[in-house]
């Protein structure tokens, strides 16, 4: 029983990192940038669900609309102002980049809420349902629907429509992209505002889970760092699958070791799987070594 | 080689910024006593080092209002000590940029280290109003005095409300009470976890598990599996804010109630708290600083204090912090009166030889140092209770308002 | 002696002098601190800026070195001198144990992975508290002796970190002028080519690494004994391998002065920004947020090579380096 | 002889870029090995110089087997190559550059320098020499792949494509450094799609095509071989 | 048809091509030969303008589109096949076709088109599912012939279609340009393989070193022995 409830929580925590790092692969796949500044999205979008609710009394649910709008608006605006003009200078540089873009949010929040923990406050925000002795969050078991949901829908996007095919094209084989008269540089924007859209989501699925704070984003980032490489880089889905392994082994690893080792565990398995397989554990293969990181 | 003349022109302007930092530095003796401090403002520790300052900022604003000591204004030289490091840094600098000799901090153990050293090699005084760690006052520098109850202390409240009312309410013997403990693993957390553990073993109490984890965590289901599996009667928790909800919050999302959840400090005094979890919050224990709650009898000046926050920053205090850095530094005001200097050595001497009682002063602690550690050994924590929303305080009986509240 | 070799002396010199000139303790810690980031910042450059493995978790060598060092003292009264040498010996295992898997990722995989092992280490030392007193950290006691590594007079710190820096340049500086640099600066252009070469990328790659690893521990050492006072939060976090890091880049990796111009840049940016903006709180990082990423895009390969330009245009009148190429294909047309 | 490649396979996920060619060099002499692109060419050097593992097959050096030894071996037991896409070491200068292969037989950096100078000024990048790598025309960068290999000493030289992208005049200018080099004592194996060049300096010819040795011989047995103007200029066949 | 006038490319201070002029006729199959690194991808890229070229004019339909986006020149119905084929690997057959049609006139035309790459090529229906990183070299480069249909190309540019293809197969795929050819579609053919390049092109440009060497009628080209030397050294 401790240990399926243990699955259990693991799973739905998975989905919150599967949802975080799905958009952190996105950008990762086809913009082909390690993006630091990838946590200060979603604090920021937890700020925004905050004021929504604070300033408009509305449920974290409800202004999720909103909040994927503005930051895909947000993330358009990062792409052509800070990313593109650095596509072509050496990995130190974007790095640095994206680094100084996470201290300047970071920094920016604090100046603003000042290091109050915000949250928010829902009738459900506490509500379990019991399956067979089994207890479940009613905003986990919400967020994770909406991770599945959005992987289907990100699934039918890439696969069936003409702009998702073009996305993935991107991130295969560039040339053969413009040649089929892609516009390279707006598939960027794309998927940088859809990478950032889905982190906003994220956030909003979070507020009524966590309290935000300005350096909230740092101690998703590097989750979402080791859920990406797991699930094999610029692969789209395996960051759902890589997400859900990091949730169940950070559960599983607390409660057979100690709370205290989590992230060594995690770590060691990231190293491990960096060794043995850079592809991913889900990757097929080649495909990611053909997106070029 | 014209790389190498770049480096003459650094070195060479480096040398310049210190000339002219040796004259900044000279400027002295004027009409004001300055007292630097050091606290977190920013980063991840900016909320309590942000409230414990605003603390000393009103005691020395009520004592410039009443006309400062002998006449001289008070004057605070700010800095942010984000970390460790940065504490370094901005102490040395306030001690030799600006010429002060008394320090006050820092919320913080690992500031408080820092800060200390520095006033140490340096011959300065650094005061201590906040942070809990024993060690600070462990080394017996000439240097430090704390004014703040340490962690042991906490420990102690911890381990008597055990004793005295737990035991009784629930009907076991000591010695089969099983406690729990959860902590977050920064230095803060770790001590009053390790203090508790040794007094527990010396009063025979079980303890089943002892659970730590990052104050970062994003997850705490293992922890309260954990200590689900383990069957405790009662859970000492030491958290920061972030950790304090998530417990509260996964307990009951896994469905897992703690009989008596007793906090310390940190994260469950907040109301930041008691926003987040809501109702979860009802029947919280906390042992930590005074809180605001409590029985003004005991603690003259209180009230006072809060009319001065509420008219200053506009909003009531997120927490005891402030309150305690605010006595604290009243007692520093009154060691400086009392030596008439600001000379380290009469600084200390007159506050060696101050003595108040206990339900005296606005956080109810007496003051009496120990002169080998600097340590205020008449502090205390007290124990309060989140009711119906408010954090009211509940015990020892001279300062509570209200019984403790244990649900069956 | 050769003329190009005066100019560093005179400086090195001149900085010697400086606690002679100044007693300035405020100016000597910032001074101190320059010197100890440019000593760190010139250790990784070995390995990140010439071998172009862009480390981004050099924090590890920096605390593990603080550590040994710190617990030999502690725990048996090992002077710091000694555990000075211990601490370089561990720093140069540790760095070859995780050279041994890292250096087969390359690039940003590389960096990850660099990132990964000094995570694991920080929460290690975090977990294991019976060894390392967890989240507490270290305290050494301030009882100043020559022995203990501990000096009433901040001269001393600044005269031995000085020294220590000037040993680590002269290390650069030679490994600039020979055949380790030369190779190391062809495994960064192009690892492939550089094997059909001659040469053992793997040795080079792991020679650079321990170099690298050991003077990152050695500056860990001086860390712990200057400051008297550490806990993996300040020694092992990733903010202090981005420092490292981003000391030499933006003074200019893979050049020997680049580090030392990068920590008298940063350090004191540091300090400035901290004391500008005493009431907004965040506003000190905010605009260090924003400077840095308008210098890393407008000077990709760091300031020195730019400020080295503009000494040549002002003060010499030689050729531009690129202006054969016009002339040459004028001819050869 | 100073070369022998046995029976060399190597497939890349089924696709068999080389497969089976066997061949052999002599010492002091220039081969040359062609083919239409994407025959094998460049795989084959790979393989001989140690940049990629063979399938199955060997490769024996001045009598030595050295299948699937590592590069910077082969490097340091005489073999040099250069690449057909150029790969100079972009940020650092064209002297530094060489250097690098000069310290494959040297320690001394003023030693390297001064033979790196000597190779500069055979192949004609003297004047060059303080300029950064990426900087090069592609005619220098292809001089300076050579200059780097040869700054190893080699005893067998692959060279790959080295005239490819230069103009007539350019060519005609390295020739001479072939056939000179070739009178050092340096054994010389040469991929070029330049007919011209191939006929006039190699002492034998290997042709490939699919991975195959389709022929041997003399550049006049070459030039009518019917199997080689058939993979060269196709099928005689006309559909217009 | 498409009008190439002086133009001039250089990689940063590598220059590629020297004042090239050449000019393709509608519904012609013109053919660009020339040994490695003569030029050949350097003008058809300039074309494609995923290369911008430093002076000259390159004009369609009377249209200049040396300054155009590549998608820009796409969408005017200027389509290149690259060498390598470059097909997207870890996508099927059908979903690389369907990519052909990215662009906006051609969306249209979809199941028209599909069709006539299917009747074309109707090993790729068969296969359609398939991965196109899985299938063989000849079927590859039918996929990226089909896809380059599928943008209603008006000039079809296709580079190295011989590359590692067994001459059978490139027999019967130079056959299909013929037929593509027959219906209306201009083709440019960019080959290393001359004596079959030639037999089915109208027109031939023969390139060395970034310049135009010999131009000429296709049949007369074949009887040329400056070219039989160009490849052979004969």
Redesign the interface.
Known sequence: MMILQTLISGILLGGIYALISMGLNMILGVVRIINFAHGEFLMIAMYLSYIFYAWGGMDPYVSAIFIVIILFVLGLITQKGLIEPILDKPASTKIFATLGLSIVLQNLALMIFDANYLSVTTPYQSSVVNLLGIAISVPRLVSFGVVIAIVILLYLFLQKTMVGRAIRAVSMQRQAAYLVGVNVKRIYLLAFGIGTALVGLAGSMLMPIYSVYPTLGASFVLIAFVVVVLGGMGNMFGAFYGGLMIGVIESLAGVIFSPGLKEVIYFIIFILVLLIKPTGIFSKGKGSEAVGL | MKKKWMLVVVICVAMVLAACGDETSAGEGSEEIKIGTVFPLTGSLALLGGESFRGVELAVKEVNANGGIDGKQVKLVNSDAVDADAAQSEATRLINKEGINLLVGSFSSGISYAASEVAERNGAQYWELGAVADNVTDRNYQSIIRVNPPASYFSVTHINFIKNVVAEQIGKELKDIKVAITHEDSAYGTTIAKEAEKLAKEEGIDIVTTQSYSSTSNDLSSVILNLKKAQPDLVIAVSYINDAILLSKQSEELGYKIPILVGSGGGHTLTDYQKSVGDLANGVFNIDFPQYEINTDFTPGLEEFMKLYEEQYGEKPQSGHSLSNYMGMKVMIQAIDDAGSVDVEKVREAAMNIKIEKGTTATGWGVEFDSESGQNTAGEAYLTQWIDGELLTVWPEEVSIHEPVFKK | MSKKHIFPILLAICAALYPVLSDDRYIMNILIMILLYATIASGWNILGGYGGQLSLGHALFFGLGAYTSTLLYLNFGLSPWVGMIIAVIVCIIAGMLIGIPTFKLRGPYFTLGTIAFAEVIRHVTLYWRDLTNGSMGLNIKYEPSFAAMIFKEYEYYYWLILGLLVLTTLLVHWIDRNKMGYYLKAIREDEDAAETLGINTSKYKMLAMMISTGITGLAGVFYAQFNLFFEPESVFHMNISTEIALIAIIGGAGTVYGPILGAFIIIPLNEILRASFPDIHGMNYFVYGILLIVIVILTPNGLLPIITKWWDKIFRKKVSKTKGVTKYDLESQ | MILKVNNVSKHFQGVKAVNGTSFHVEEKEIVGVIGPNGAGKTTLFNLISGSLPVTSGTIEFKGETITNQKAYILCKKGIGRTYQVVKPFGTISVLENVMVGAFNKHNSRDQAAKISKEILKQVGLYEKRDQIGNSLTLADKKRLEVAKALATQPALLLLDEVMAGLNPSEVKEILPLILQLRDEGITIVIIEHLMEVVMTICDRIVVVHHGEKIAEGTPKEIANHPEVIKAYLGDEVSYA | MLKIEQINLSY?????LWDMSLQIPEGQIVALLG???AGKSSTINAI???EKISSGRITFQGKDISKM???EI??LGV????EGR??????TIE?NL??????KH??KDIKKNIRRVYDMFPILEERKDQLA?DMS?GQQQMCAIG?GLM?NPKLLIID?L???L??IL??EL??TL?TIKDEGITIMLVE??????L???NYAYVLE?GRVAIQGD??QLTEDPHL???????
């Open positions: 940063g201070e590598i220059q590629v040994a490695n690194s494609s303008g995923i986006a590549p998608h796409v969408e389509i290149q096949v690259p470059k097909l997207f690997n870890f996508m979903e369907l990519l052909g049609a990215y662009s051609a969306r990183g070299g896809r943008s190295e011989s590359l590692g067994a001459p490139v027999q130079l056959r013929t290393q393989n001359v004596k079959q390049s037999a089915i092109s070193n296709a049949a039989k030397k160009a490849y052979l050294g004969m």
